[in-house]
């Protein structure tokens, strides 16, 4: 499959509206260039945080394939979001050809004491593009020293490093 089909394969399990969809296969495609980058393969096991509503989750799943598995989880509410909420991406998500290859939790607070996972439970820990949502520097520094355990490898991507100086202000 070349990347063009990939693009659209994943997009085509992916919640849009309206008719076109070349603004989200342009976003899917940055985020398959990260993902590949991070070296995420089949099989690969991945808790991704701040999932919001796929984007990135449905890239990992594809790349994931049958044999791999990405939990998403999001502080959000699965009624967030517009036009399309959170939990309306993700039930579009599950009822897709990627859906058995991936589950996404909302109103996690990764933070939390009732949050845990096994040490190495994942291969890769992804946070894509979520640290603005984040209220502090110290905040998004405590998430990564809680779930640095759980995972092989932590993956992380913002769209303007300015958003992290934001952050530690």
């Not at 939390?112 to 593009?129: A, N, T």
């Amino acid at each position: 499959m070349d990347n063009d089909e990939t693009i659209q394969t994943i997009v085509n399990c992916m919640a849009v509206t309206g008719e076109d969809t070349s603004i989200q296969k342009i976003q899917t495609e940055h985020r398959l260039k990260l993902a590949q980058f991070w070296g995420i393969t089949k099989g690969s096991r991945v808790l991704e945080i701040g999932c919001g509503q796929g984007d990135t989750t449905a890239v990992l799943a594809f790349l994931t394939g049958e044999s791999g598995f990405v939990q998403g989880i999001d502080i959000a509410s699965p009624d967030y979001g517009a036009p399309i909420t959170l939990g309306e991406a993700y039930e579009h998500l599950k009822r897709s050809e990627l859906g058995n290859r991936l589950e996404m939790n909302f109103e996690v607070d990764v933070l939390s004491d009732k949050i845990s996972y096994p040490d190495q439970s994942f291969d890769f820990i992804v946070l894509s593009h979520c640290s603005w949502y984040l209220e502090s520097f110290e905040q998004l520094t405590s998430i990564m020293e809680k779930v640095k355990k759980w995972g092989k490898q932590l993956c992380f991507a913002e769209w303007d490093l300015n958003d992290i100086r934001r952050l530690s202000t």
